[in-house]
């Protein structure tokens, strides 16, 4: 049974091939020496091509100002991305990071997931990154150091992230891969389990004994009708996956007790005289101080 | 999306990006006479009648200085940093309601004409949140690109500044999101007007006393505004992040802050004020006449809160730094804890009564 035809087959190969010579070109040296001019270009016209060859698997909106949003932000995400993993400067490649996150907001927006988008700037460009910025920044007062400079294993690491790209790429377009009206949905929720008929075996017993009324969307979405974005989150998160919502807290939970015990200061060996003494702020920022 | 409704959107950006703009010529002009009210000055008064034409005396002199880049900064980054200022300060307005929007909006041929830019958006109040968060990136890279250390000191102290007093500013408006029961600001705004206890009205300030306070002290310190100024320090920075920008470039970071002040005068007039709400004016007066009496109202408490603003920066003397940071994460963070969860005990009590 085949998947794809060869035309499309022919695409994707050609993809990886391109964007496999293009970005390793494009990425630094193994030592972190300077590649000439004519790499650097050949690189960008390569990975140039293949970013385009797969605009064609994109499937727009239908609207002409939201298919204009869609094309740009997906164009922009793919070049941020290229030059976020390529940039030889590590500041920039944190900045290239942010773009490549606020155009996957913007694709978010245009798909009417608002609050994914707001959560991502939110997280990403707004706390992650910028965490990202400082510690860059901090670390490189005497230059760029030789590990920000160089890459490790170019060839066969853009080789990987191709073919990655490559196998998702023939996994979305393939024929079955998309979901037809009359399929029945591949992730179910609780809700969906519970509104099927009772089914014999382990199944029946837990939708029998573990479900209550509490467990269930208030009632399906009508056609035509907006979603509550983050009402209609907030109920799902707290009904079909409570659970899961109460194992990611208690891991939040024990990671913000170790970055406690870990950041307290531990009382010193020698107790420092000299600055305990002198300036009279220390003396209250240690509690842990030998006296 | 027929044409029509593109042109509204765009005849509506274009009113509010040149009226904040045009607003923020003034408000300078506003600042420097509270200033010298402040201190027993005249303050500016030789261009035009009360120093009127000063704003376009400064505003030529940004834009035909000379725009001198010194040669040591990193120059994309650095041409960069003014941009983002400027664009995050103006992209935040979005959603940001100026007049009945929503239910009361005001109909032309039984279309509903919002006053908003990007109307029925459900996560208002986080989009604006998001662009605030954006706004630290013009700070941080203007302290990096000058390649200068008092730059970069300034820059890095207002980023952490940003970045932690972002926190108790979103917790302190999770009360009304929760009274209200929407992260739409116009839905907060006709809550607090279709509440309240006989003359008395639901505004913020009366329900949520200290999350008013919370968030007003999270806004001076988000917006840079005196008592948190320290990357402009003048004494110890020799100006800050923006020690290295001259003409325009240096115009564009002074713009930003002074949109951010608008931005964060509406947002507590809309939170904690109301919004359009007055004793005469309630959500279902959907005529014209109440549209136009509503956006007056707003813009009057947005002047008075701008106003106040303006008039706390010759009152309260500079924090220094570890006491900023005390601020932030051991008195306002808890408190604001503290007021989520007492809110939400609350409504759990007396869910439908309000």
């Known amino acids: 049974m085949t998947l794809l035809d060869s035309r499309d087959l022919a695409l994707i190969a050609a993809i990886v091939a391109l964007g496999w010579v293009g970005i390793w070109l494009l990425l630094p040296h193994r030592h972190g020496g300077v590649k000439t001019a004519r790499a650097y270009r050949v690189g960008a016209l390569l990975s140039a091509i293949a970013v385009l060859l797969v605009l064609p698997y994109l499937t727009p909106p239908g609207d002409l100002l939201a298919r204009l949003f869609f094309y740009s932000f997906s164009l922009l995400a793919l070049l941020g991305a290229v030059l976020m993993i390529t940039a030889r400067n590590p500041v920039n490649s944190a900045l290239w990071f942010a773009v490549v996150v606020l155009s996957s907001s913007g694709l978010f927006l245009l798909a009417g997931a608002q609050f994914l988008a707001a959560g991502t700037v939110i997280v990403y460009a707004g706390a992650i990154i910028v965490t990202f910025l400082f510690v860059i920044m901090l670390a490189q007062s005497h230059g760029q150091a030789i590990y920000d400079r160089s890459a490790r294993r170019p060839l066969a690491a853009s080789l990987t992230g191709m073919l990655l790209l490559g196998a998702l790429i023939s996994a979305i377009i393939a024929p079955g891969a998309t979901r037809k009206d009359g399929d029945p949905a591949p992730i179910y929720s609780v809700g969906a389990i519970a509104d099927q008929p009772p089914a014999d075996g382990p199944i029946a017993a837990v939708t029998a004994q573990a479900l209550t009324e509490t467990s269930r969307l208030p009632r399906p979405l009508e056609q035509g009708e907006t979603p509550a974005h983050v009402a209609g989150l907030g109920a799902t998160l707290f009904t079909d996956h409570l659970l899961t919502v109460q194992v990611v807290g208690l891991l939040l939970f024990v990671a913000l007790i170790g970055a406690v015990a870990i950041a307290t200061p531990k009382a010193p060996i020698r107790p420092d005289r000299s600055t305990a003494s002198s300036s009279p702020g220390s003396a209250t920022t240690n509690p842990g101080g030998v006296s | 999306m027929a044409t029509w409704q593109i042109a509204v959107i765009l005849v509506k950006i274009f009113l509010i990006v040149g009226l904040f703009q045009g607003a923020v010529a003034y408000m300078i002009l506003l600042e420097r006479k509270i200033a010298a009210w402040a201190q027993d000055r005249i303050g500016p008064n030789r261009c035009g009648p009360l120093g009127l034409l000063q704003p376009l005396a400064d505003g030529a002199k940004m834009l035909l200085k000379e725009d001198v880049i010194p040669g040591y900064v990193n120059k994309p980054l650095y041409i960069l940093a003014p941009a983002i200022a400027i664009v995050m300060a103006t992209i935040g307005f979005a959603v940001v309601p100026f007049g009945p929007a929503g239910l009361d909006a005001p109909t032309v041929n039984g279309n509903p004409i919002h006053f908003q830019i990007a109307p029925n958006v459900d996560i208002g109040i986080l989009y604006v949140f998001a662009i605030g968060s954006l706004a630290v990136y013009a700070v941080i890279l203007g302290g990096y690109a000058s390649n200068n250390k008092y730059s970069f000191l300034g820059g890095l102290r207002n980023s952490a500044q940003i970045i932690s007093y972002e926190i108790p500013l979103g917790l302190s408006v999770l009360g009304m999101v929760m009274l209200a029961r929407s992260l739409e600001l116009n839905d907060v705004m006709s809550w607090q007007d279709r509440n309240g206890l006989g003359p008395i009205p639901a505004w913020g300030v009366f329900v949520q006393p200290l999350a008013f306070l919370i968030f ?131 409504i759990q009590l007396f869910r439908g009564v309000g």
Do not use: C
């Open chain 2, 216 to 346: 007003l002290v999270s806004a001076f310190a988000e917006t840079n505004r005196l008592p948190f100024d320290l990357a402009e320090a003048e004494q110890e920075l020799v100006g800050g992040f923006h020690t290295e920008y001259s003409a325009m470039k240096f115009g564009m970071f002074f713009l930003g802050e002074y949109l951010h002040v608008i931005t964060v005068s509406f947002l507590t007039v809309i939170l904690f004020f109301g919004g359009w709400d007055a004793p005469f004016l309630g959500v279902e007066d959907t005529s014209w006449i109440a549209a136009v009496l509503k956006v007056g109202v707003i813009f009057f408490k947005v002047t008075l809160m701008v106003i106040f603003i303006m008039w706390i920066r010759w009152t309260l003397p500079r924090f220094r730094y570890d006491q900023l940071m005390n601020l932030a994460w051991k008195a306002l963070i808890p408190l604001a804890l503290l007021n989520l969860v007492v809110t939400m005990v609350l």
